[in-house]
């Protein structure tokens, strides 16, 4: 089947700031409405929402944590009572609490893990189906190059960017034949806040670029996954790395 005449609502995940916030600005571009969600940061979520707004995009936002099932749930039922469809989702939201293993707390154990694995099941589950009926989908999520090659501090971060990645890998086999694709992406070291405190200079002689990641980039790569152009592609984990793992 191919895609609709007017491009299909976006939901995305953990998308008021960083790559999530360049995916919203991207997929707007491109032409999807837009919807943002995001748990706490309210003043960015606006300042992504106005952006978008004034460039001539549609963005509505959605407050809710991922993680907590019965808040994602009455979102998602609210969504399903006003007949709006999505027809892409990507699973972006996700923390970083970088410990040694020896040393690392269960809070900081669960609450990576819950963020990432709970996050993709509370909020895709409810989804499948919708797009399985129309026989079109695209679900994207954004793993990390971690969940490939690993990486020293992160056995939390590492686990569940793993886990999504197979579960994306599973998933595919799933709907393939309904239209839905399914897809991850695996960045490396990308430009965001998130890097805080990490020593990138030690850290760029890995890359066999000598550089970080844009969001940008990764935004590109998402834009592409959920046009017709890569209704052939499902599946995958496309590692973008500048040559790590």
């Not at 571009?29 to 952006?51: F, M, T, W």
Request: glycine share 10%; proline share 4%.
């Amino acid at each position: 089947m191919t895609e609709p005449t007017s491009l299909p609502l976006a939901l995305v995940t953990g998308g008021s700031r960083g790559i999530g916030a360049a995916i919203c600005r991207e997929l707007a571009a491109a032409g999807h409405p837009i919807l943002l969600n995001y748990r706490s940061q309210d003043a960015a979520a606006e300042a992504v929402k106005a952006e978008i707004e004034a460039a001539g995009g549609s963005c509505r936002l959605l407050k809710f944590d991922v993680a907590d099932r019965p808040a994602v749930l009455a979102a998602l039922a609210e969504l399903e009572r006003e007949g709006t469809h999505v027809g892409v989702l990507v699973n972006n939201a996700g923390i970083a609490k970088d410990e040694s293993f020896p040393a690392m707390s269960w809070e900081a154990w669960t609450s990576v893990t819950r963020l990432t694995l709970d996050g993709f099941f509370n909020v895709t589950q409810p989804l499948v189906m919708p797009m399985v009926r129309k026989r079109w989908g695209r679900i994207i999520n954004v793993a990390s190059v971690s969940g490939v090659i690993g990486n020293r501090g992160q056995v939390n971060y590492s686990a569940a960017k793993a886990g999504l990645i197979g579960a994306t890998k599973a998933l595919a086999q799933e709907v393939a034949k309904r239209g839905v694709t399914v897809n991850a992406i695996a960045p490396g070291l990308v430009e965001t806040d998130m890097i805080g405190d990490a020593p990138v200079d030690l850290i760029l002689k890995h890359i066999p670029m000598r550089r970080m990641g844009t969001v940008d980039e990764v935004a590109s790569l998402v834009r592409w996954l959920a046009s017709e152009h890569a209704g052939y592609v499902t599946g995958q984990a496309i590692v973008m790395a500048g040559g790590l793992g």
